[in-house]
T-cell receptor
Framework: EPEVTQTPSHQVTQMGQEVILRCVPI?????FYWYRQILGQKVEFLVS????????KSEIFDDQFSVERPDGSNFTLKIRSTKLEDSAMYFC???????????FGDGTRLSIL | TQLLEQSPQFLSIQEGENLTVYCNSSSVFSSLQWYRQEPGEGPVLLVTVVTGGEVKKLKRLTFQFGDARKDSSLHITAAQPGDTGLYLC????????????FGKGTKLSVKP
């Protein structure tokens, strides 16, 4: 069964450094999403992306965050200057259409030191 | 701000028992999805409910969407140890571009 894949599974970065999290969505899906889950808290929406544009973003997704689809298969989340509070699991998801079921990857655990 | 409240937060039962977990909100959702999440993994989609009053069955799991599309429930019949995990509900808010709002989850433990 097709699945969303994320790399790396664990990323450790010094505070202030840039980090790029990578995702390969399901191949025929058109909508892509990033979510994060701080330890012990609920999954929170960051951003949705369609047709090479951000469709919707949350208050969490400030100027330090950016997303890109650099080629036909990858979808990336960049955090420009990481803060301690950025430590979390970051999940990528994709769906065939907007408001269709979203399928999640296994996440990247980001640890900021 | 739309919120989804799940209850109970924790549930520990014996194999063979039945259980129901709830997902409630004061807001209307265009659809609601149930996921199961294992430690260290991403949420895995179980079912999507769209129509008010809809009931969907997945083997021993029965999902119901409230008539007003503000709440949902998951009922498991004859629970097995393999059902152990974190069950999450997530709502698709009306007019959103895929912004799923998640509940905190129900952590289910089924003891043999």
């Amino acid at each position: 069964e097709p699945e969303v894949t994320q790399t790396p599974s664990h990323q450790v970065t010094q505070m202030g450094q840039e980090v790029i999290l990578r995702c390969v969505p399901i191949s025929n899906h058109l909508y892509f999403y990033w979510y994060r889950q701080i330890l012990g808290q609920k999954v929170e929406f960051l951003v949705s992306f369609y047709n090479n544009e951000i469709s919707e973003k949350s208050e969490i997704f400030d100027d330090q965050f950016s997303v890109e689809r650099p080629d036909g298969s990858n979808f990336t989340l960049k955090i420009r200057s990481t803060k301690l509070e950025d430590s979390a699991m970051y999940f990528c998801a994709s769906s065939a259409r907007v408001n269709q079921p979203q399928h999640f990857g296994d996440g990247t655990r980001l640890s900021i030191l | 701000t739309q919120l989804l409240e799940q209850s109970p937060q924790f549930l520990s039962i014996q194999e063979g028992e039945n259980l129901t977990v709830y997902c409630n909100s004061s807001s209307v959702f265009s659809s609601l999805q149930w996921y199961r999440q294992e430690p260290g993994e991403g949420p895995v989609l179980l079912v999507t409910v769209v129509t008010g009053g809809e009931v969907k069955k997945l083997k021993r799991l029965t999902f119901q969407f409230g008539d007003a599309r503000k709440d949902s429930s998951l009922h498991i019949t004859a629970a097995q140890p393999g059902d152990t995990g974190l069950y999450l509900c997530a709502g698709d808010s009306t007019g959103s571009q895929g912004n799923l709002i998640f509940g905190k989850g129900t952590k289910l433990s089924v003891k043999p």
